[in-house]
């Protein structure tokens, strides 16, 4: 059974930094682009960024992150990580990491496999 499990949310001041972690299980993920999305209350889920596999693939981030939030990722602990530095009141939401496996662009509806999310509070 695939599991993502993420780690690593909390609360934070504005101006912080937090590192999430997601831990794939079940499946080796390497190949295929692994990702972040977020969702705040009342809002719909929104891209946050996504890396590549090992068929190529770059990495590419939401615009209102760019800069601030590094992807990266350890295949050989089948790991994703997100490293996000001067956080804001906007960057509140649940946090979802999530693997492609089937064709398409990075949209929610292309993702076959979520996490449980992880929550992400900024305060100011």
């Known amino acids: 059974q695939v599991q993502l499990v993420e780690s690593g949310g909390g609360l934070v001041q504005a101006g912080g930094s937090l590192r999430l972690s997601c831990a794939a299980s079940?499946?080796?993920?390497?190949?295929?682009?692994m990702g972040w999305f977020r969702q705040a209350p009342g809002e719909e889920r929104e891209f946050v960024a996504t890396?590549?596999?090992?068929?190529?693939?770059?990495?590419s981030y939401g615009d209102s992150v760019k800069d601030r939030f590094t992807i990266s990722r350890d295949n050989d602990k089948n790991t994703v990580y997100l490293q996000m530095n001067n956080l804001k009141r906007e960057d509140t939401g649940v946090y979802y990491c999530?693997?492609?496996?089937?064709?398409?662009?990075?949209?929610?509806?292309?993702?076959?496999?979520w996490g449980q999310g992880t929550q992400v509070t900024v305060s100011s």
């Open positions: 999530v693997a492609k496996i089937r064709p398409g662009g990075f949209f929610p509806r292309n993702i076959d496999h």
């Open positions: 079940g499946r080796d993920f390497s190949a295929y682009p």
């Open positions: 890396i590549g596999g090992t068929f190529g693939g770059s990495i």
